[in-house]
């Protein structure tokens, strides 16, 4: 059996992605895919390109890896883009869309956010026609297959779901988790690049880390929108909502 350890949304949080990777190490994993969204938020995205370059054996670009190779005007983005250099936002322009491969029998797809864009946004309680359309390709995906099992990051709330005979799971986050203050990554566990049906498990693991570390590190840093990284560190509760 060959175990992958998935994870995403990193956003900058070096202790909260330390945890993670030395809880993988402890577990004695060694394939390791990230599911984008290296950057942003967070104040250290150098380091955390770095350490995932440097740990991960597939890496696939996110909303925030995508926008932030572009130029800008905005200031909070602009800090970012000089943390991480020329180079690095060379490798992040450089990111494919998905990974995709079989794995005990079933079609596995992974992306950041959904099989046709980096920017939409499926929640789990979105109408199960939304949700299942997650299965379907597009001319970004690797092949035009469906889908029989999908994974995929930027949303910050770990899920798995059955759909008709298919299985939908969201990783979670490393570094800006929505759902608890932990850091969130999952194990798949099968026979890669298999097309025979063989058994095959999706394991959640929940990371606590060092959180008030994490908002030092940030303060100290002098990044944007330091407040609403703090709220949500602290709460795991979206900036985006009201008191």
């Not at 991480?84 to 936002?89: I, S, T």
């Not at 759909?163 to 990554?185: C, E, I, R, W």
């Amino acid at each position: 059996m060959d175990k992958i350890a998935i994870l995403s949304d990193i956003h900058g949080n070096i202790p909260a992605l330390e945890a993670v990777l030395e809880d993988i190490r402890r577990k004695d994993i060694s394939r390791i895919f990230c599911l984008g969204d290296l950057i942003g938020k967070g104040p250290h995205a150098d380091q955390a390109v770095d350490l995932i370059r440097s740990h991960c054996e597939e890496v696939v670009s996110g909303n925030w890896d995508d926008f932030i190779t572009r130029e800008t005007e905005i200031e909070d983005l602009k800090w970012h883009q000089n943390v991480l250099g020329k180079e690095r936002l060379e490798y992040l322009a450089g990111l494919p869309f998905s990974l995709e491969f079989y794995m005990s029998g079933k079609y596995v797809r992974l992306f950041h956010a959904s099989p046709r864009s980096l920017y939409e946004r499926v929640q789990p309680w979105d109408e199960p026609e939304k949700r299942l359309s997650l299965f379907e390709s597009s001319e970004k995906c690797r092949e035009r297959i469906p889908a029989d099992i999908v994974g995929y990051g930027d949303i910050h709330n770990a899920y798995l779901q059955h759909l008709y005979g298919k299985v939908l799971f969201n990783v979670g986050s490393v570094g800006n988790p929505l759902d608890l203050t932990q850091a969130s990554y999952v194990v798949l566990e099968g026979s890669i690049d298999c097309r025979t049906p063989a058994p095959l498990e999706i394991r959640f693991v929940r990371v606590p880390y060092d959180i008030e570390r994490s908002i030092s590190q940030a303060v100290e840093s002098g990044m944007p929108a330091l407040d609403a990284y703090i709220k949500e560190l602290r709460t795991a509760r979206y900036r985006g909502i009201k008191d």
